[in-house]
């Protein structure tokens, strides 16, 4: 699934077409496409894993899903989800959800939930964080109330840099912990964006996907844990669990 940082540099990649009309919509998306056509483009935004194109009074939200992906100026030979049509080029998206948001996005989302932005907000986190002391903190992690635009891999690699099992209680973490998964989750996230503008990004990857922990040079564990039951990788050895809430 593509992560916020994937959804920056997508934001990033379409900015020119921002003040520009739609001239053709098309697809196998369900939306009205209609709709679409000769609508001004307002700005576009970015949302954890979404991808907000803002109309006039009205916008379009991309969100890529699992195996979602993109192309500017150029198409594939898959089926279209949807693809928008502008005067000096196209913008298509595949195998992706599409519907409408009606009104003004700032009401719609609350943007310090966003781990990227300058507006996010780590005070507000924290606080949801102690509002459900009983869920792990791979659940957590992936929680886009909480920490919008982390995905597994930033999961996985955040909490084996600040050495926290994946099943550990949000409630049991002393502060310092809490402190480290906040602030980690935002900073990895913005050096995955370097690293995927770079191309190097599984250059970077400690734990996601490999064998041996670097730290004990013991096997890394791998199981589908918590309620989200997504992959984990983790160091029985250096991976503290926190349990006792």
């Known amino acids: 699934m593509p992560e916020g940082p994937s ?145 597994n891999i930033i999961k996985n690699e955040v909490l084996f840099d600040i050495r926290v099992h994946p099943l550990s209680k949000n409630g049991a973490l002393p502060a310092r912990k809490l402190r480290e998964l906040l602030d980690e989750a935002r900073q990895y996230s913005f050096e995955v964006l370097e690293w995927k503008k770079a191309l190097v990004l599984r250059k970077h990857w400690l734990v996601h996907n490999k064998s041996v922990c670097p730290r004990d040079h013991v096997p890394f564990q791998r199981a589908y844990l918590g309620r989200t039951h997504r992959r984990s990788f983790f160091c029985e050895c250096c991976q503290k669990k926190y349990l006792r809430v």
């Not at 003040?19 to 919509?25: C, E, F």
């Not at 196998?28 to 979404?50: C, I, P, Y």
């Not at 993109?70 to 989800?81: H, N």
Request: charged share 30%; net charge neutral.
């Open 7 to 151: 959804i920056v540099i997508l934001k990033e990649q379409a900015a020119r077409f921002a003040g520009q009309t739609i001239l053709r919509a098309e697809g196998n998306s369900k939306v009205a496409k209609t709709r679409l056509v000769g609508e001004r483009v307002v700005a576009l935004r970015s949302f954890g894993k979404q991808f907000p194109i803002e109309l006039g009074g009205f916008s379009i939200r991309i969100h890529l899903l699992m195996f979602g992906s993109y192309r500017i100026d150029e198409r594939k030979e898959t089926p279209l989800r949807l693809a928008l049509g502008f005067a000096d080029g196209e913008l298509n998206f595949y195998a992706c959800s599409v519907r409408y948001l009606e009104g003004d996005l700032d009401d719609l989302y609350d943007w310090r939930a966003d781990v990227m932005p300058e507006q996010c907000d780590p005070a507000l986190a924290r606080r949801k964080l102690r509002a459900m002391p009983g869920v792990p903190v791979c659940d957590a992690l992936l929680d886009q109330d909480v920490f919008a635009g982390v995905g």
